[in-house]
């Protein structure tokens, strides 16, 4: 609270008191408190102060009504020529029965990310799954890190089909036409243990760990058009731009993640049957 609503407040309390005062206490009052001390009787200083001006505990606005203190607002909407103003505080809620062409359109942003912090690996061995879908549309990219044997491969995926999450959800963009337009790492907290060795001896091992970031865009126009031509020239060298925008078609499509624990699944069902 400023200073000078303070004593703003103190100002109209006191004037609220007097007022109170004027009108209840009287001087008999007076003289029946002040015979009650010198006789001798014990009366705190809280009762004298309630005989001579009780105080009622009001909030504020209840002081500025009963002083006559008024809004503009309330001003205005006496008036007949005037309307009441909105107060700036409120936010504007649009009414269901107002024009829908009125109001203004959502504009979509340009570029959506998704994040992922703490991931327990080194950065160099992310960098590199991360560095083989950039540039690929999104579609292309998750079927590349399907079938990829690294272990980071899951990871960008998730990463990846986390933002394709937020840019359809969240920012209404076309889920076909997406590009992953940047996938970079940056390197993490690198926790120092101790790692023990023989005859009694031991040394300091580093667990890494680093933060993924990508950033998707929808296709333009002329990329789509490139794509097309692309699509129609089969035996033209490509650069790898081109490579990354048309990559070749997987023969084997279905994911390599945990493909062990899936054939022990089902050599233990066969033995079972």
Request: overall charge positive.
């Amino acid at each position: 609270m400023a200073g000078w609503q303070r004593h703003l407040q103190s100002f109209v309390r006191q004037v609220a008191k007097r007022s109170e005062c004027s009108g209840s206490a009287s001087f008999s009052t007076f003289n029946r408190t002040q015979a009650s001390l010198v006789s001798g009787e014990v009366s705190s200083l809280s009762t004298l102060r309630n005989s001579l001006c009780p105080t009622i505990s009001r909030p504020m606005y209840l002081y500025l009504q009963k002083m006559e203190f008024t809004n503009s607002r309330s001003l205005l909407a006496e008036s007949s020529e005037a309307t009441p103003i909105s107060s700036p505080l409120i936010p504007y809620i649009p009414s269901s029965t107002g024009n829908t062409e009125t109001q203004k359109a959502i504009t979509k942003p340009s570029t959506v990310q998704a994040i992922l912090k703490g991931i327990k690996q080194s950065p160099k061995k992310v960098n590199l799954v991360a560095a083989l879908v950039r540039g690929m549309r999104v579609e292309d990219a998750l079927l590349q890190l399907q079938v990829r044997v690294k272990r980071a491969a899951k990871t960008v995926y998730q990463v990846i089909h986390s933002a394709r999450a937020n840019a359809t959800h969240n920012h209404g963009l076309d889920p076909e036409r997406l590009l992953v337009a940047e996938a970079f790492v940056g390197k993490g907290l690198f926790k120092k243990r101790i790692s023990y060795h023989a005859k009694g001896k031991c040394g300091i091992k580093v667990r890494p760990e680093c933060r993924l970031t990508v950033v998707i865009r929808e296709i333009t126009a002329e990329e789509e058009a490139e794509i097309a031509r692309l699509k129609v020239h089969n035996f033209k060298k490509k650069t790898k731009r081109e490579i990354r925008l048309v990559p070749h078609k997987l023969i084997e499509t279905t994911p390599i993640w945990d493909r062990k624990s899936k054939r022990r699944n089902q050599d233990s069902n066969a033995v079972a049957a």
